[in-house]
């Protein structure tokens, strides 16, 4: 989703804003482009595609007159959502060669105002929404008005998500920026400030942090940061130290973040784990927090991969608490009168923290009554801030586009809330408990040997990497995980890939089964294996190739599938229970090398972004 970065008061700002922008390219963009002011001009660089061609065209324009005497610029990278990908298109959007705007969000009521300003004699060289920013400022500076006064009358006209900044030939010593919904930090330095859509972004020039808040607004000098409310009012917002960290654009020797992002999970789970169970016996997670009355019905909120998580979170807490869980897409929810009725609780999930679908449910849930919970990856994100409380995955900075280190860290959170609700209303006993708590802690381990399945994976990968469309199929617990495998494979490979609740096929999709169309399914024993198995044989008959992942007891009860990809052998009690975490591994390592196979932009993959910031 498109990026924002400003500098101000610190010389060659134009290269230390694409060094910011380069720490959004993770987010996913088509163009790029760069405004700054030296001699006493606007200078404003573009480009269509990946930032290396805007450093290109950086580099033809000569440093005297662009860069070397300028401490004033702004930076942006663009998803198109209003107007194609092109140069005209690329922020920073301009009026009159004197005001720049960068901008992320949707301006809704942009058609109004673009026929206003065209009768008052704004000529509009894009078609994009943001145009209207840059003329409004010039409309109003023209008027008399100074910076802030102008931005306040802008923000008086517009409707919309939005984060965005100017800068004006007239105040060059100036940046106004607001937010609304979407996301904005600003930084702190010594006689010089800082902006960026996230704290990463900028913590290559200052650890020192402010997020603004929903309808304020700002007005940055090289020496002061003044903070406005909606209501005009100056206020203080808390300054967050953030540490810097350090190898995270790195991709450690792997071929790309997705890689090594699959690559940490060992690593990674152990840190979530001890930070939830306590003397390896006790949950640490605070029921009464979450907003628990009795045994009321939880709601839990969340988009694309985080909602997969939140499916195999319905059915953990349904299993082991006996507790009801509504889950609900929050794109659908937040358009919706839902009812609450036997509600207290709300749960989002969100890596990014930012997706806007979900900030909005969350907002809504809030304002319907019900005590809202975030397990977020970003600390200090939007969502974080504004839940009544968080749970942390703390995964690290996810930098590839598919979720793959933070789905499985949500899914550890979402066990834990299961086990511990379950203990609370006496389903779990602390025997099972202890047992429990056991397994979870060799989960590393169980995930590291399910990686070492690598090669198996990949040979399956170069077997089907021309398929026109692939099934996924699983049942109960592994269900959510054939959504997930699917929706892994086609972002990244650009395949068709659907999946379906295994018993669902003779509803429908099995007219879908055609000669080799590949069939792959997640297979645990659970004591309902023989049925998925029924599910399976209907597709082999039918001409489908069969792919199955499993345990060695139902490959054994297959001999007709194609491919058998046994998964190590893990002797417990709750085989079955954990086995989205096993299964998890297979999605993303077949998604990724089909990917590879297929040469797709693994990382970045087209139209897509990492943090979704537009509804
Ligand atoms: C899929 C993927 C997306 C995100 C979704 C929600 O691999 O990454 O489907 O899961 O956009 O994002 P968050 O979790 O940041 O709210």
């Known amino acids: ?50 930032l290396i061609n805007l450093i290109e065209e950086l580099s033809k324009v000569s440093k005297a007159n662009l860069q070397s005497d300028s401490s004033i610029a702004i930076g942006h990278t663009r998803w198109a959502t209003h107007g194609n990908v092109n140069v005209k298109n690329a922020h920073p959007l301009t009026s009159e060669s004197k005001v720049a705007v960068v901008h992320n969000g949707i301006i809704e009521n942009y058609e109004s105002i673009k026929n206003q300003l065209i009768s008052d004699g704004y000529v509009f060289k894009s078609q994009t929404d943001t145009e209207v920013l840059p003329h409004l400022f010039m409309k109003y500076i023209k008027l008399g008005n100074n910076f802030l006064q102008a931005g306040r009358l802008v923000l008086k006209d517009i409707k919309g998500a939005f984060a965005f900044v100017a800068m004006s030939l007239d105040f060059p010593n100036e940046l106004f920026v607001s ?105 640490n997670i605070d029921l009464n927090k979450l907003g628990f009355k009795n045994k009321n019905t939880l709601l839990i909120s969340a988009a694309g991969t985080s909602y997969y998580a939140a499916m195999v979170g319905k059915y953990w807490i349904e299993q082991l608490a006996d507790l009801p869980v509504i889950i609900d897409l929050a794109s659908e929810y937040r358009y919706r009168k839902p009812s609450v009725f036997g509600q207290s609780a709300m749960l989002v999930i969100s890596q990014s923290g930012e997706s806007l679908d979900t900030l909005m449910a969350l907002r809504h849930g809030k304002e319907l009554g019900l005590n809202t919970n975030a397990i977020v990856n970003v600390e200090g994100s939007t969502i974080d801030r504004e839940a009544n409380y968080s749970l942390y995955t703390r995964a690290g900075a996810e930098i590839g586009v598919a979720s793959t280190k933070s789905f499985t860290s949500q899914l550890v959170i979402l066990f834990m809330i299961a086990v511990a609700l379950g203990k609370k209303f006496n389903i779990v006993t602390q025997e099972q408990l202890q047992k429990i708590c056991s397994y979870i802690l060799s989960l590393p381990s169980a995930i590291a040997e399910m990686l070492n399945m690598e090669n198996e994976i990949k040979s399956v990968a170069q077997n089907i990497k021309n398929a026109k469309s692939i099934i996924f199929l699983g049942r109960g617990l592994l269900y959510p995980l054939a959504l997930e495998g699917a929706l892994k494979l086609k972002e990244i490979s650009y395949i068709h890939a659907e999946g379906f609740a295994a018993g669902e096929m003779k509803h429908g999709p099995i007219a879908l089964i055609e000669d080799q169309v590949p069939v792959i399914m997640f297979l645990v024993s659970d004591g309902n294996e023989d049925k998925a198995i029924s599910n399976l044989q209907e597709a082999y008959s039918r001409g489908a190739k069969i792919i199955l992942i499993a345990d060695r007891d139902c490959i054994k009860k297959a001999p007709f599938a194609h491919y058998k990809i046994e998964i190590p052998n893990f002797e417990t009690d709750f085989k079955s229970l954990l086995s989205p975490f096993l299964m998890a591994i297979p999605a993303q390592l077949l998604a990724y090398h089909v990917a590879n196979e297929r040469g797709t932009d693994v990382d970045q993959p087209r139209n897509l972004a990492k943090s979704v910031t537009v509804e």
């Open 179 to 283: 937010r609304n919904s979407s996301p904005l930090a600003i930084g702190l330095g010594e006689k010089s400030n800082f902006v960026g859509s996230d704290a990463h972004s900028i913590d290559h020039l200052t650890q020192r942090i402010i997020y603004l808040e929903d309808g304020d607004h700002a007005l940055i000098d090289l020496d002061n940061v003044r903070i406005f409310n909606i209501n005009e009012e100056n206020v203080d917002r808390k300054i967050i130290n953030i540490k810097a960290e350090i190898g995270l654009i790195t991709k450690g020797g792997y071929r790309h973040f997705m890689e090594k992002e699959i690559f940490e999970q060992p690593s990674v789970i152990p840190q979530i784990i001890s930070t939830f169970i306590k003397n390896s016996y006790e949950i």
């Open 1 to 50: 989703m498109c990026g924002v970065v400003a500098v101000i008061g610190k010389q060659n700002a134009s290269d230390l804003v694409v060094e910011g922008l380069k720490k959004l390219e993770y987010r996913g963009y088509d163009s790029a482009g760069i405004a700054s002011v030296s001699g006493g001009a606007l200078h404003t660089i573009k480009s269509e595609g990946k």
